[in-house]
């Protein structure tokens, strides 16, 4: 049993542990790295070890890179050891900087400790650290066995497109490039006039008839990294309503135009989103978790012409997947650990309509696809013990009506339903390829192809299938006629809509579906020579200095000296004014005292001054005060509440939940 987290840093949302965008996921050998590990003994004197990671997440292979974790401890006691457990083995770790000038402070705050690697060969490297105090011990990316990474790939996905192929020509008839940015998702309008596609960096609605123009474009704010593996766009059945999941934002646009009808801000990512065929209704997942679980994500329902929510479901792990019935009354949605379950809902209410018992030992429940009328929904998992790769639920009943178990227990990442239900596909990760009807579990058409399937769909009348992955074509099924027509694309192909009448098909390539399997179509006995090392972007651009212990300091404003500088000239003033209007000299009526304007006024102008200077930087103080709290919490050198997840400087959604916010 192999729990695989994804922790993506480059935005990487990921996923399966501290920065992971759609949390756990698990690959099932009998290699012994990915083997169950018995817990460590909690003591009073533990230690701690936080943001543990490798960075870059993913890559090619004879690249260097960097495993790091933050060792921190509450009495500032140095470390005993810092190891990695790596693919079997324990290695001592070194730290990022000259353990000298290390002190107490510096361990209460944290100290992060790297072990470098280079890999010459495409495979899984599992992984997790240990450290002791030398009282206590603790541990990092482990929750019952190893984290897998860095995911290697040979391609460096840097010709990603979006294509649109014409089913009765039998080719691509169209490619929009996006490069290095990774298509997050591809969708039509029901009616087939329009598509649209969310990559890292932007969205983009198309005209079926005329591609070659975007209807139009809309860049984002804040663009995603290559490989978030976050993010979503969904269109109305005529495309009148597009909306879009983002980092921060879900945007809803009108598709006359690319200036949003509505933004809601949702945390620090949206991640998957749906819109009814009708327009009216929008669901969407977002990492704005509730205040007292910072480590599972939202489902959040609202009616599209307002951004303000109708309701939110919070849940104890995150929610994978949605799919919305064609009038908005219901949703179906997919959870992972350590709920692991199937749910539907209704628009009415955040209390579930139907809750499945776990359908799965301890892998996420990966997919949902919901009828036109709500009536049945589908859901596949990520296999393992104890799970079926394809269940069939009403939403009357916590009990599915059939599921189908193979015998691989392989993971089932990609699901496709006729909107009458009639039809149900799910492919898994190891090529197969099943068409159900809803009737029973036994399959209809069974096909096996030589790639890991990530992207599936479907005609409305189910005689279309069209299938992608990682050997970068699109297989066109015609169940009727058994008639497969293969596709070519550039890159490994992870998302895919076919328009209800079967016209067209359009498909978007990168790798997010197919990070944490053993994909088909590598070959995983080469030996790479790795005469150059591949030096990795640099994670901060920062200096050697930066990467030292850091004494976090705070800004003092003179608020005190302004105070009492208020006092005293407030002071001066009503002693002035009383002096003269009260006579306290005691002059001669003839002999009174005048009060004297210019005196007078510069005693109030100077003490106003000061008193609104002291409230000021009462403010400024008060608010540094809070940052420099945040720094303390989180060690060494991030600012809690900039925005960015600094995971070597110790945030992570336990200390920094305001930047950290995907949850596992």
């Known amino acids: 049993m192999k729990k695989l987290r994804l922790g993506v840093f480059l935005a990487l949302v990921f996923l399966v542990f501290n920065l992971s965008v759609f ?73 990022a900087f000259d353990q000298s000038a290390a002190d107490k402070e510096s361990y209460q705050q944290g100290v992060r400790y790297e072990y470098k690697f280079v890999p010459n060969k495409i495979g899984p490297n599992f992984y997790y650290f240990e450290a002791s105090n030398g009282l206590g011990k603790a541990r990092a990316s482990i929750i019952e066995s190893p984290d897998n990474g860095p995911v290697l790939f040979e391609s460096d996905f ?58 139009w474009e809309y860049k984002l704010e804040t663009p995603g990294q290559t490989g978030d593996m976050v993010g979503g766009v969904a269109l109305s059945a005529d495309g009148s309503v597009v909306a879009a999941a983002t980092h921060g934002k879900i945007i809803v646009f009108d598709k006359t135009s690319n200036r949003p009808r509505w933004e809601g801000e949702v945390g620090k990512q949206g991640l998957k989103i749906a819109v009814s065929a009708d327009g ?10 509730d205040e007292k679980n910072t480590n599972a994500n939202t489902l959040v329902f609202w009616e599209t012409k307002n951004k303000k929510p109708l309701w939110r479901f919070f849940n104890i792990a995150n929610i994978h997947d949605l799919d919305i019935s064609a009038n908005g009354d219901f949703l179906a949605a997919a959870t992972g650990c350590p709920d692991r379950r199937a749910y539907i809902f209704s628009k009415n209410s955040n209390q579930p309509l139907m809750k499945s018992r776990m359908l799965t030992y301890d892998s996420p429940v990966q997919k949902a696809r919901i009828t036109a009328d709500g009536s049945l929904a589908a859901f596949t998992t990520d296999g393992g013990p104890q799970s079926s790769l394809v269940y069939l639920f009403k939403k009357s009943s916590p009990q599915p009506i059939w599921q189908f178990k193979e015998s691989s227990l392989r993971a089932g990442r990609s699901l496709a339903m006729t909107p009458d239900g009639q039809y149900i596909a799910a492919a898994n990760m190891k090529g197969s390829l099943y068409l159900f009807s809803k009737e029973n579990n036994i399959p209809l058409k069974h096909w096996q192809f030589p790639s890991s399937f990530g992207a599936l769909g479907i005609s409305s009348d189910g005689r279309l299938i069209a299938a992608g992955g990682t050997d970068k074509k699109i297989y066109l099924l015609d169940q009727k006629t058994d008639e497969k027509t293969e596709i070519v694309f550039n890159e490994f192909v992870d998302t895919l809509d076919v328009s209800a009448d079967g016209r067209y098909v359009v498909a978007g390539t990168g790798a997010s579906p197919y990070f944490f399997e053993e994909i088909l179509g590598v070959d995983r006995d080469k030996i790479y020579r790795c005469e150059t090392v591949i030096e990795p972007t640099p994670k901060f651009n920062v200096s050697d200095e930066q990467a030292k212990p850091v004494k976090t300091e705070r800004v003092k404003f003179p608020g005190v000296l302004t105070g009492i500088g208020f006092l005293i000239s407030f002071l001066f003033l009503c002693g002035y004014l009383a002096a003269v209007k009260l006579n306290l000299l005691r002059k001669e009526k003839e002999n009174l005292i005048k009060v004297d304007k210019k005196i007078a006024i510069f005693l109030a ?34 600012v809690c509440g900039n925005n960015l997840c600094e995971p070597d400087w110790g945030e992570t959604k336990q200390t920094c939940p305001k930047d950290c916010s995907a949850g596992d």
């Open 23 to 95: 949390g756990e996921t698990k690959e099932y050998s009998s290699d012994a790295p990915g083997k169950k590990i018995p817990p460590l003994a909690k003591t009073a004197n533990d230690p701690e070890l936080v943001n543990g990671h490798v960075y870059p997440f993913w890559g090619p292979v004879c690249m260097r890179y960097t495993y790091s974790v933050v060792y921190k401890d509450k009495e500032g006691r140095p470390p005993q050891y810092v190891k990695i457990y790596f693919n079997g083995r324990m290695i001592d770790m070194t730290p």
């Open 158 to 215: 840097s010709q990603n497109e979006v294509g649109l192929i014409d089913v009765r020509q039998k080719k691509k008839i169209f490619s929009y490039p996006t490069n290095k940015s990774w298509v997050e998702q591809v969708a039509f309008s029901a009616n087939g006039r329009y598509f649209a596609a969310k990559t890292s960096t932007n969205i983009i609605l198309f005209a079926t008839e005329k591609p070659e123009k975007p209807v």
């Open 280 to 289: 009216r209704y929008l669901a969407a997942v977002v990492s704005s978790a």
């Open 605 to 638: 102008v100077l003490s106003g001054g000061l008193l609104i200077l002291t409230l000021i930087f009462a403010f400024f103080n008060r608010f540094d005060n809070n940052r420099f709290q945040d720094q303390k919490q989180i060690g060494s050198g991030g």
